[in-house]
């Protein structure tokens, strides 16, 4: 399965997204950011299925959370994504 | 020990407070730093705390800063918005946890609204202040010494009327009276988590309208790279490590209040708080109570108040006598010179504590 992450500036907003996309529905795993994802030091993330990220970005604007960058990951590869 | 002095922290804790403090010491490490177990299970601690906070008093989760107690958060309020010789409106009642930082700053200072229990003074005073202009204006919601409760929400819309920045020291109003963050407007909402919150000593609450200046710099688990402190909430006010198992605690102080009702408790504080004015009134006491007033109360003996401390303390009844950390309120007043002796309720305030204190209030004349 294609997992992809949702990068945030710290945990908090990290936090508050996940509670977003859980009420929605979507399974999301809150975690630390891989190194390679993060710009600015250390980060947390959301990783969750390929098929939810375009939703999850439209929920996170909607409710006003903020995110840093959007990135799929498939065996050791990353990629940043821009919808 | 029947314990009068909830102003200065609440004692008798619901015991889900304790157990969770207890239980955040065994599975809680660090919060926001790694990635493992118990580093998230700290981490969703905290935010639980957020949330709650959040939901008791209208704000979001992020708006929310962990603090030690609530002096720690009136001074990063003040820092942010009062410079070096800044004008400042306060009230005739604030604690020194407003102006011993605007003293330290050499704030102009200027005290709007001395009359006890007056909102109509308080009101006229602070717009007449207010008029000329001022970098920010902090008034306490309930005085600690008297239980005055001010007219925050007027306050509010005049200080916003006047596009003045303002600061609310909920210290004694927070587990008491509603505090409605987005509705007031505030720069800042300031209050400690071990009074009327029922959390641990060691935890206090800063609500953040804006953003604020640090007053410690340190490590935030966020943008490690960057060298100034991070521009966004709540990690800019939140450098080092966060007192977790308190916040635990605190946690489940807010819980208990939102199961609770904080207006249920407010009504069994005021209650006794009346029926204690007018039982030391009976006695000759030189008691302070009128209209607008929360479960406070203090009265001077004609004995030196701390002899009557002193007296109840050996009857097994807690209160608190002197200045109380707030001169300026006892200058309001006119009691510098006596000082007074306060009862302050809390949210166990029960008819038989009332009775016990006015028993020996009596025996001591």
Not at chain 2, 46 to 72: I, K, M
Not at chain 2, 257 to 273: D, K, M, P, T
Request: one cysteine or more; a neutral charge; hydrophobic letters at 40%.
């Amino acid at each position: 399965m294609k997992m992809d992450c949702i990068t945030f500036r710290s945990i908090t907003p990290a936090q508050r997204a996940q509670r977003v996309l859980q009420r929605s529905g979507m399974e999301v795993v809150l975690q630390r950011t891989p190194r390679r994802m993060e710009e600015r030091g250390c980060g947390y993330c959301l990783r969750l299925r390929h098929e939810d990220l375009q939703r999850a970005a439209v929920l996170l604007r909607q409710n006003g959370v903020g995110f840093q960058k959007l990135y799929s990951a498939e065996q050791g590869e990353i990629e940043e994504i821009v919808l | 020990m029947i314990y009068l002095d909830n102003g200065a922290t609440s004692f008798h804790k619901p015991p889900a407070v304790r157990r969770a403090v207890e239980r955040a010491m065994l599975c809680c490490a660090n919060p926001g730093r790694g990635g493992y177990s118990a580093a998230m299970a700290a981490a969703e601690t905290v935010f639980r705390c957020r949330e709650t906070a959040g939901d008791l008093f209208h704000c979001d989760p992020e708006q929310v800063v962990f603090t030690s107690n609530c002096t720690h958060g009136l001074n990063i309020a003040i820092h942010t918005l009062v410079k070096p010789g800044g004008r400042v409106v306060i009230s005739g009642f604030e604690h020194n946890a407003v102006t011993r930082p605007l003293h330290a700053l050499g704030a102009d200072i200027h005290v709007a609204g001395r009359r006890l229990f007056d909102w109509w003074d308080t009101l006229d005073s602070f717009e007449k202040e207010l008029k000329s202009g001022a970098d920010a204006a902090i008034f306490t919601h309930m005085s600690n010494v008297f239980g005055y409760i001010l007219p925050v929400q007027e306050l509010s819309m005049l200080c916003r009327q006047y596009g003045v920045p303002f600061v609310i020291d909920a210290a004694q109003a927070a587990g008491a009276l509603e505090v409605d963050f987005e509705k007031w407007g505030a720069s800042f909402v300031a209050m400690p988590g071990h009074k009327g919150l029922l959390g641990p000593q060691g935890t206090g609450l800063l609500l953040c309208g804006e953003l604020p200046e640090p007053l410690i710099c340190g490590g935030t688990g966020s943008v490690s790279l960057e060298q100034r402190m991070p521009d966004f909430l709540p990690d800019r006010a939140e450098a080092g490590t966060l007192n977790v198992p308190g916040i635990a605690g605190l946690q489940a102080g807010l819980s208990y209040l939102r199961r609770v009702g904080v207006e249920s408790i407010f009504q069994r504080e005021q209650q006794q708080a009346k029926k204690c004015a007018a039982g030391l009134q009976k006695m000759g006491y030189r008691v302070f109570s009128g209209a607008h007033q929360g479960g406070t109360v203090s009265f001077v003996p004609k004995a030196d108040c701390q002899q009557m401390a002193d007296f109840l303390a050996k009857r097994g009844i807690a209160v608190r006598s002197g200045l109380h950390c707030a001169p300026l309120a006892h200058e309001s007043a006119g009691t510098v010179e006596t000082g007074t002796v306060r009862i302050s309720f809390g949210h166990d305030a029960a008819s038989a504590q009332t009775a016990a204190f006015l028993q020996v209030a009596a025996d001591f004349l």
